[in-house]
């Protein structure tokens, strides 16, 4: 559950002191609402668009990119999600992406390794959450990067699919074009 859930009428305004995070205890709470924590569906279905808005117009692209920035805003200012449920939400998209690319075959190793990264760093979350969640807290150091690292590697793994994609098809039209000029025997 997010945060307006647990802290109710003091979310925003009043933000746990770092010394106070320090000391929370991580345990199950019973609180009434909706479990809708992580991976954020919210915004993975909208990475999704985004993505998929590559190749239309330049404004159409802008609103996707509005569409993304407005439901980050709104999933955390709202009090719905924590940040790492919308960090999770990018491996999550990578899976489902890499999942749905029918045009590419099971075999395909950028499918795959989309496949397999998407899912084992959902996992690694899930792990890291729930039997290590305190090790964000260390230091800086520790928290930007084990946050940036995951994302950029999600972004360049689709990155790759989407570049093989046209290629794929490409070859697939190709080898229909000649199939069609082949003269029957």
Not at 105 to 134: D, E, H, T
Request: a positive charge; charged letters at 10%.
């Amino acid at each position: 559950m997010g945060p307006i859930y647990i802290f109710q009428e003091t979310f925003p305004w009043q933000p746990l002191s770092f010394a106070q995070v320090h000391k929370l205890l991580v345990e199950p709470l019973a609180f009434p609402g909706p479990r809708n924590a992580i991976p954020s569906l919210h915004m993975a279905w909208v990475i999704l668009a985004w993505w998929f808005s590559r190749g239309l117009s330049p404004w159409r692209r802008a609103l996707a990119a509005l569409f993304l920035f407005f439901t980050f805003l709104s999933t955390m200012g709202l009090g719905e999600h924590y940040f790492v449920d919308l960090v999770a939400a990018v491996p999550f998209s990578l899976f489902i992406k890499s999942l749905c690319s029918f045009e590419s075959p099971w075999a395909n190793a950028i499918r795959l390794r989309g496949i397999f990264s998407g899912l084992g760093l959902v996992g690694g979350w899930f792990l890291l959450l729930r039997f290590a969640p305190k090790a964000f807290l260390f230091s800086a150091c520790l928290r930007g990067p084990s946050l940036r690292s995951p994302s950029q590697i999600c972004l360049y793994l689709e990155n790759s699919l989407d570049q093989e994609t046209p290629a794929m098809l490409n070859s697939i039209a190709e080898s229909d074009a000649a199939v069609a000029t082949t003269p029957a025997v």
